[in-house]
Every structure is written in structure tokens, then in C-alpha cells.
């Protein structure tokens, strides 16, 4: 189910009168339209691009029920319904489910940095309470909680657990768990690293979780296509095309400069929650720079 370019949802918002901030719905659905109408594979709301962290439950949920309401099936939706604690991801999961999530991405519980073992028993609570396909999450460089190959081939044994966003960057990583999986053709190994996508595929993977996607959904999922099709030329000019974009994206830690860009193009405000603060001038006039430079901001 999960094959392709799928994007890392940001979730747009808005300043109220009286200051605070709040789902901007409309701009939602107009993202989720668009994203489909430029051909991308699938949508995940409510990850690290999707400022998870920092949603209500109430507003966690709202933006799965949005954005499963606006696809319409027409793409599938693999909600972020992960935490550090193993009760509330289940909670969260089932409330995903409810929603009409086709499944939940689950990122490894950060700051207890749980052994693999623990890390095993935590997807697998997960996957058999909620009931939905599971892709686990692994990117240590923000949750401290490294998702080793072998520990995802034991949990490719689960047949509810369908899949990896790798989002380490190493490619030897990628080729390693290609080699542990290769007896289970169906479970995708997805890149969580916009930089690498061209190289994990062509090792093998299936596709990507993308941040630049929001920005330019078009050149993502044509990367995939080209590949999944052996077209690798084409896939090749499509990488050199993607990767200044990545560049300029990565510049902050995300989601900051990517709000900013889709802001830029005029789909939704910068507004973002604290602890992080939308580009300070300069960086948004460099950012806007690079984005007519590549043809994505007239």
C-alpha cells in the first residue's frame, strides 16, 4: 500500500485576533488537493513535519479526519500517531484508525531509549491494539533511539508491520536491510532523507516520506515513477533537480524553512509553534532566492 512518494504533511495555521494559533483548515484542503493533483503517492500528516509535537489530541485528530475526508480515498493516508509512550500510541492509533487512516507511521520512543527489545514489544503492542498497518520510524537524530536492520527483520516477521521510513541517510544501512528483508517482498522500505532518495531507491527501496514534496510534489513523485520504472536516467536528472531544494529546506530544522516555502507560495501562513520560530528575514529572502532560482516561486 505504501509504495512512492508520500508526503510529510505540514500542517498549516493561523493567528486568531486575540494571538493565539489555530488549525487553518481551508489551507489544509487545499493542500491535500494539491499534493494529489500533482500525482504524489500518499500522505502522512501529523509527523515531525506536521509539528505533531506541539498539536492538541483534539487538533492531532481533526488534521487525520481533514486530511482522510479531503483524499478520498484516492490515495492512501498514513497518519503519525507515534510516542514515547507505548499506552498513548496505541490511544493514538485506534483514534487514527476511527478517522479512517489506512495506517499509522510509528517512530521509535524518544527520550526513554529503549532496548531492542523494548523497541520490538512497543511496535508490536501497538500494531495488534490498533488494528492498522504499522510502518515504524526510525531517525535517532532526534529521538536518541537507534532502530537497528536486525530488529527490523524480526519485526517484519509481524505481518502487520508493513514497513520502515529510514531516515538515517546511510546508505549502508539501506542496503543492509534490503539484504534482511529480501524474503518479505511486501514490507516497504521507505527514505525518511530527501537528500539520499535517488541512491535508496536504486538500492532497492520503494519510496520516500518527503519533506521537499510540500514545496514540489511534482519532482518527487516523478523521481519515484521513474524509478519504480527503470527509467534511471530520468530518475538520475530529477534527483539533480530535487537536491538543491532538499538543500534549502534542511537549512533549519525542519518543519521551519518548509512552512515557510509553502507560505511563500502562498498556500498558508509561516505561523509555527514554539519552541520553534518561523525564518527571521534574511533567511526567508534567501529561501524565496533559491526558490525562483528553481522555478518554484515566480
Known sequence: MFRGALTALITPMRRTAGGASELDEPALIALVEAQIAAGIHGLVPCGTTGEATTLSAAEHLRVVELTVKTARRRVPVLAGAGANDTAHAVSLAKACKAAGADGTLQVTPYYNRPTQAGLVAHFRA?????GLPVVVYNVPGRTGCDLLPETVAELAGDPRIVGIKEATGDLNRAARLRELLSGRRDFALLSGDDFTVFPFLALGGHGVISVTSNVAPQWVAGLCDAAAAGRWDEARALHDRHYPLARALFSQPNP??????????????DDIRLPLVPLDRPAREGLADTLRTLGLLS
Open 126 to 130: 501497538v500494531a495488534e491494539a490498533s
Open 256 to 269: 521551519i524553512p518548509v512552512k515557510a516555502a509553502v507560505a511563500l507560495q502562498g498556500r498558508c501562513t
